[in-house]
């Protein structure tokens, strides 16, 4: 079996398809574990993880986490409201201090697009990009591309629909290049002032009507929108986006009969997608795409660490 010749995870724009489809068979040989009642392999003993995290997170981080203890590596997770952040130190001097006390790998959540490519240039330790401003969230795409291959058997020769905030969504981007090199049909679709310039670019068909992206649609996927990265109001309010934008039981009819629905989380219910859709184990795949982000997350950090096997 290949190993992965990278020593960080920084995203999927520069990833192949040999290296995703490693990473997506390691995650998959991992589900196992889950599923035991003694979940721990002792696979990391005597390696050491940091995660640090600059914006809020609950699946990300906690289950980063949980892979880690699994595989019986030493955890450690840093915040910055209670890192020396709050006292000015600087992200390069935080990551310098953290490469002085020799961990493996830093997990690195950060505001700042790049911020994973400077200290993966400036540390010896592996980096893994947990979520850079609106620019890549690597470990959600390949759990996004592992549930999609596990519930329809294949990526290629699929159409995924992303619906929402595009133009602030990490997700959304990495999800792009991923399907892309996949071989599935990506389309996007939000309010024009969501929808990134030139998007096209990248491969995508672009609507500003939901009802033209998930026809037909094999998968849809809702996306958040991203208050938080906004500098100006670019919708009217949360009530109009609704009316235009939510998924409910009338629109997602225009998609395939055995479409699955997927969400990266958190979910704004009644904004994006309608709770019966959100809670129909039918048709909703969301809490498959939480157990298999802890698969997707124990296979970084075994790669990363050397395994191959």
């Known amino acids: 079996m290949m190993k992965l010749a990278k020593k960080d995870i920084l995203g999927i724009a520069d990833m192949s398809v040999d290296e995703i489809n490693l990473i997506l068979e390691t995650a998959e040989s991992f589900l196992e574990i889950s599923m035991r009642d003694i979940k721990k392999v002792p696979t990391l003993r005597g390696k050491s993880i940091i995660n640090l995290f600059y914006e809020a997170s609950t699946r990300t981080r906690t289950s980063f986490e949980i892979a880690g203890k699994r595989l019986s590596a030493d955890t450690i997770n840093i915040s910055a409201s209670t890192s020396s952040t709050v006292k000015g130190e600087t992200l390069i001097d935080t990551a310098r201090n953290l490469e002085a006390m020799n961990p493996d790998i830093i997990v690195l959540r950060h505001s700042a697009a790049g911020a994973p490519h400077m200290l993966a240039s400036l540390v010896k330790q592996s980096i893994i990009n947990a979520g850079d401003g609106a620019h890549e969230h690597p470990s959600q795409a390949l759990l996004d591309m592992m549930t999609i ?146 698969a997707v997350r124990m296979a970084l950090l075994y790669l990363l660490s050397g395994g191959n096997e």
């Open 149 to 294: 291959r596990e519930k329809k058997g294949k990526i290629a020769g699929l159409k995924v629909a992303l619906v929402g905030d595009i133009l602030h969504s990490r997700v959304a981007r990495s999800n792009i290049y991923g399907l892309s090199k996949m071989g599935a049909e990506v389309v996007v679709a939000g309010p024009a002032t969501m929808l990134p310039r030139d998007i096209e670019k990248m491969g995508v068909a672009a609507f500003t009507k939901i009802e033209d992206a998930i026809a037909d649609a094999d998968v849809v996927m809702m996306l958040r929108i991203q208050l938080e990265r906004q500098k100006q109001n670019i919708f009217p309010s949360l009530r109009e986006y609704a009316q235009h934008y939510c998924l409910t039981r009338k629109n997602i009819k225009l998609a395939r009969p055995d479409a699955i629905v997927m969400h990266p989380g958190p979910m704004n219910r009644g904004v994006e997608i309608s709770p019966d859709i959100a809670d129909d184990p039918g048709i909703s795949v969301i809490l498959d795409q939480v157990n298999n982000g802890v």
